[in-house]
């Protein structure tokens, strides 16, 4: 089991940036690949970006590219979305995904890939 808890969500103007974390403990966390998703109200969720566990490969919903960075660091069992020009429409709540894999390469952008997830946190762009 991997248990996920992200944080760094609130309220931002747009243009603004935040800069979600995704802690993780339980089974190795460099064992998995990961991935940030969210979910606007009354949609389904969504991918927003993907890491390889070894951290090499990354992969982005065209809707961010160029404005959102996801990284990790193994050595602290997290995971980071840094979101910048922030627009309207990435208010939503923001997801982390776990997926244990033995490829150091793969990354994975459909939800029903991904075994763990966690709680969520929201993020709110103003005008």
């Known amino acids: 089991q991997v248990q996920l808890v992200e944080s760094g969500g609130g309220l931002v103007q747009v243009g603004g940036s935040l800069r979600l974390s995704c802690a993780a403990s339980?089974?190795?966390?460099?064992?998995?690949?990961m991935g940030w998703f969210r979910q606007h109200p009354g949609k389904e969720r969504e991918f927003v970006a993907a890491?390889?566990?070894?951290?090499?490969?990354?992969y982005y919903a065209n809707s961010v590219k160029g404005r959102f960075a996801i990284s990790r660091d193994n050595a602290q069992s997290t995971v980071y979305l840094q979101m910048n020009s922030l627009e309207p429409e990435d208010t939503a709540v923001y997801y982390c995904?776990?997926?244990?894999?033995?490829?150091?390469?793969?990354?994975?952008?459909?939800?029903?890939?991904?075994?763990?997830w966690g709680q969520g946190t929201q993020v709110t762009v103003s005008l």
């Open positions: 339980g089974r190795t966390f460099s064992g998995s690949a």
């Open positions: 890491i390889s566990r070894a951290g090499g490969r990354t």
């Open positions: 995904a776990a997926r244990e894999t033995y490829n150091d390469a793969t990354y994975y952008d459909a939800t029903s890939t991904y075994d763990y």
